[in-house]
């Protein structure tokens, strides 16, 4: 392994430690009503999310879903304004608007954390759109799950980006659940990936647990995006730990041990027993661990120090300029 | 100065813009075949790239639209009949509305998305939507329903020019209207402010859209009954100019609004709502609203016509009012 193979490799590992400390304390302040509203955490599907971005730059664009935490921090996000916006404050990402379900950093090339699923696909399709149009080269990925490919959002926005040849790469992290119901039962095809036969997509099925194989499958989905040969469809094969947001769905499904299963095939854990194998020093790793550590829980006293916004701030963003205040407001 | 029409007001308006600014684009529909006539002569002055054809996918396209516009783009979408805009209502209310909200100003998104409202010509129900009002109830969004060529122009070119997303409704009843022009290319009508279009004394009629001239007709013959009529046109509902219609009703004493909609959570509901909360004082008889029976729109000519607003129920009304006030008076 070169030198700078090794440092991309650590930088990997580096950002799925990041995404997993970073859920693993929210969920632990959560728990303890720190965290307002729902919490859908991505754990167990760190190396989709953190493959895919590496094969992106910094400016290409991404759009992603509710399950929102996992997809910025793989992009290069800094945790700081993402754990504020899970405390609903007002130095957030999103200012305290967006929460949980939104964390989207515009400045790592995010267009958005939807919650309505499937409705991410025609805005990819439209920001590569864009791109295509200014001639600047970039590519835009969207994340959705294995639920979303039921939406007519989503075959729409494929069918346009087939038939303009547009610079997008559709990820879809099949974690084998929409909510309880298992693709299984709701997705005719045995591979999702088939899907984008329908129209005219390359596919490419990859082991979602392995951030290599997914960082090579979506590289191969760039490559084409960028030299006009438009898009490609991913399926990441993955699993996510927790219910479909924490503590919310122990009743409604019992999943046995297969969640212990999928354990064993943690994405960090394989990643991290790669690198040890090609020589990379225990203690190397350590460090990574450790300095993420420090980083998520400076982010959390970051989001503690900081300020709620203030109830005015209620009223900016709904158009560039802010709405007039209503008087029991002010009052 | 030239005398032109509703339609070719808003094909001068978006070549204009489409001119003036390369991130300005069209798609939608047969845009090419221009079914209307708003984009004569577009691919020959601008080419296939900036003059797109979509498939039938409206949540596709005006989904793709709000994509591009968050990576710089600022297009106009045309989705020809109001009553479209219905399979793209999740990235209407979801995308399109929220998203500057929800990632806190992070995202702009500058576009506007036309459509007509296509009544009174025995489309039947699903082609005839008046749906303006709808879209006013979740924030967010700007919403323009001009009435006459000169406001279309004016009002479309600064809807192209805004930062944030415009609904442009076309009331088609109005297409073959005429305006003198101005010819200055920066020619801007900005949103949100109202016009009185015509002036009176006795009774304000806040008109939309098609509403307008309906107002101006039965001003005309009401002003030979010696009953002054003030004719207010918001032209916009989404910023609503407040002021020009308490202005109005303050002066007159009554009030008539006159929505092409159904009546139930119209804009002319809301503007009727507005009065009586804020000019209450002001009112000598109850605001009264016309709008458009509380039935679908049926196919056969004979009996959809009288469902809707009309001179005649504005003059009967207009009479009514004023008569009150001197029930009132005594």
């Known amino acids: ?331 | 100065m030239a005398k032109v029409t509703f339609l070719e007001a808003i094909r001068q308006a978006q070549m204009e813009e489409m001119t003036r600014d390369e991130r300005v684009f069209i798609m939608g529909e047969d845009i090419i075949c221009n079914v209307f006539g708003t984009t004569t002569g577009f691919v020959e002055a601008f080419g296939t790239e900036r003059v797109r054809d979509t498939p039938i996918s409206e949540n596709g396209f005006i989904g793709a639209a709000a994509g591009a516009s968050m990576v710089g783009m600022r297009p106009i979408v045309d989705a020809t009949i109001s009553s479209f805009l219905y399979p793209a209502m999740d990235q209407i209310m979801s995308i399109i509305a929220k998203s500057r909200y929800i990632y806190g100003g992070q995202a702009r998104l500058p576009l506007v998305i036309r459509s007509c409202l296509f009544y009174g010509n025995s489309n039947a129900a699903q082609h005839s939507d008046r749906n303006y009002s709808m879209f006013m109830n979740v924030p967010g969004l700007k919403i323009m329903v001009p009435s006459t060529a000169y406001d279309m122009k004016g009002m479309l070119k600064a809807a192209v020019r805004d930062d944030d997303p415009v609904l442009c409704f076309e009331d088609s009843t109005c297409w073959t209207s005429k305006s003198d022009m101005p010819d200055d290319p920066d020619f801007l009508i900005p949103l949100g402010k109202g016009d009185i279009k015509r002036e009176g004394t006795d009774l304000s009629i806040i008109a939309i859209g098609g509403g307008v001239p309906l107002a101006l007709k039965a001003a005309a013959t009401l002003a030979k009954e010696g009953i002054s009529a003030e004719v207010v046109d918001p032209r916009s509902l989404v910023p609503l100019d407040k002021e020009i219609i308490l202005r109005s009703v303050r002066k007159t004493g009554r009030a008539i609004t006159v929505d092409p909609a159904h009546q139930s959570c119209s804009a002319g509901s809301e503007i009727a709502a507005l009065i009586a909360e804020h000019a209450f004082s002001s009112l000598r008889g109850p605001v009264l609203r016309i709008a458009t029976a509380e039935t679908h729109v049926p196919f056969s000519p004979l009996i959809e016509k009288a469902l809707y607003p009309s001179a005649e129920r504005i003059i009967d009304a207009a009479r009514r009012l004023v008569g009150a006030r001197e029930t009132v008076d005594a």
């Open chain 1, 1 to 331: 392994m070169t030198d700078g193979q090794n440092d991309r490799s650590l930088e990997k590992y580096r950002r799925m430690q990041r995404i997993r400390q970073f859920e693993d304390l929210a969920e632990a302040i959560h728990a303890q009503g720190e965290i307002p509203g729902a919490l859908h955490t991505y754990a167990g599907q760190e190396a989709s999310g953190v493959g895919a971005c590496m094969a992106l730059n910094t400016e290409d664009y991404m759009v992603g879903t509710h399950r929102s935490h996992g997809h910025p921090i793989a992009k290069g996000a800094k945790l700081r304004p993402l754990m504020a916006e899970l405390l609903g404050k007002a130095t957030g990402i999103c200012k305290g608007k967006g929460g949980s379900m939104h964390l989207s950093d515009f400045s790592v090339g995010s267009l958005g954390e939807t919650s309505i699923v499937g409705s991410g696909v025609p805005v990819a399709a439209g920001a590569a759109l864009g791109s295509k149009m200014q001639g600047n080269g970039r590519v835009a990925l969207c994340f959705f799950g294995d639920g979303a490919t039921n939406e007519g959002a989503f075959h729409e926005g494929l069918n346009i980006a087939a038939i303009w040849k547009l610079p997008a790469i559709f990820v879809c992290e099949n974690n084998g659940y929409a909510v309880s119901t298992p693709a299984s039962v709701a997705v005719p095809v045995k591979d999702i990936a088939e899907r984008a036969k329908a129209y005219g997509m390359p596919s490419i099925i990859v082991d979602g647990q392995d951030v290599d194989a997914v960082e090579a499958a979506v590289a191969e989905a760039v490559e084409r995006a960028r030299t006009g040969g438009g898009p490609t469809f991913v399926e990441t094969k993955t699993y996510r730990y927790a219910d479909h947001a924490v503590n919310m769905g122990r009743i409604l499904l019992d999943r046995g041990a297969e969640v212990d299963e999928w354990r064993e095939r943690d994405p960090l854990k394989l990643y991290r027993a790669k690198l040890i194998a090609a020589g990379t020093a225990a203690d190397i790793l350590d460090r990574i661990e450790k300095e993420v550590a420090d980083e998520v829980a400076d982010a959390l006293q970051f989001a503690r120090d900081s300020a709620y916004p203030t109830q005015e701030e209620a009223f900016d963003d709904v158009f560039v300029d802010r709405l007039p205040i209503p008087d029991f407001i002010k009052a």
